[in-house]
């Protein structure tokens, strides 16, 4: 049963416009929530995280909402640029590990 | 070289074939991963080693043997594999474990196909 939920494996936004990546978990026990990104043939590259404390957390073009009681994420990116499409990973941390979605595949449209 | 490094990227092998994947490090760090991706899944925690002690094993099958000489580098031994085991499998750092602090550095993956 997987705990990290991406439901949309794939998104297409215009150039310019917002992109809203989603993400559900389903144990509570997360205490911190990371987004990564990957090109093809490449590794995921970190991106951006949240600690379970916090409701938001902003950097640059990208901002990750969190919101506990639904346990639920999403990163907006804003404004969107074509070098933004790639495979967008959602990851929750305890411990020991990070338990990652499938990945949404966003593909930014010039 | 920088960050994390894997070889080889692509590696085809029969099913009585040995063979090693390789990764290092550059980064520091005293936590090393293997992971698994198949197509359409995600990522799949394998291995953690930390400070070269294991410390995590997913109910991974014995055909799949990781050793961690050092903080540095982690070795995947592969021997007997299925034709399932075809995926992308990645190995990543981190400073640490546990904690905010375990925001993970990826290598480029080696591209493991069983024939």
């Known amino acids: 049963d997987q705990q990290v939920k991406q439901n949309s494996p794939s998104l297409s936004v215009q150039e310019g416009r917002i992109s809203i990546l989603n993400c559900d978990y389903t144990?509570?026990?997360?205490?911190?929530f990371l987004w990564y990104k990957k090109y093809p043939a490449e590794g995921p590259t970190f991106l951006i995280s949240?600690?379970?404390?916090?409701d938001k957390n902003e950097d640059g073009r990208f901002t990750v909402f969190l919101n506990k009681s639904a346990k639920h994420l999403s990163l907006h990116i804003v404004p969107s640029q074509p070098g933004d499409s790639a495979v967008y990973f959602c990851a929750a941390g305890s411990a020991r590990q990070l338990t990652f979605g499938s990945g949404t595949q966003l593909t930014v449209l010039p | 070289e920088t960050g994390v490094t894997q070889t080889p990227r692509h590696l085809v092998m029969g099913m009585t074939n040995k063979k090693s994947l390789k990764c290092e490090q550059h980064?520091?760090?005293?936590?090393m991963y293997w992971y698994k991706q198949s197509a359409k899944k995600p990522l799949e925690l394998m291995f953690v080693?930390?400070?070269?002690?294991?410390?995590e094993n997913n109910s991974v099958p014995s055909r799949f043997s990781p050793e961690c000489p050092n903080s540095s580098h982690l070795f995947l031994h592969l021997h007997t594999l299925q034709p399932e085991d075809s995926a992308l499998y990645l190995c990543?750092?981190?400073?640490?474990?546990?904690?905010?602090?375990?925001?993970?550095?990826f290598g480029p993956g080696t591209r493991l196909t069983v024939l």
């Open positions: 990543a750092s981190s400073q640490q474990v546990s904690g905010t602090a375990n925001e993970q550095f």
């Open positions: 980064l520091g760090h005293n936590a």
């Open positions: 144990n509570s026990m997360f205490d911190y």
């Open positions: 949240i600690s379970s404390i916090k």
């Open positions: 080693y930390n400070f070269k002690e294991q410390t």
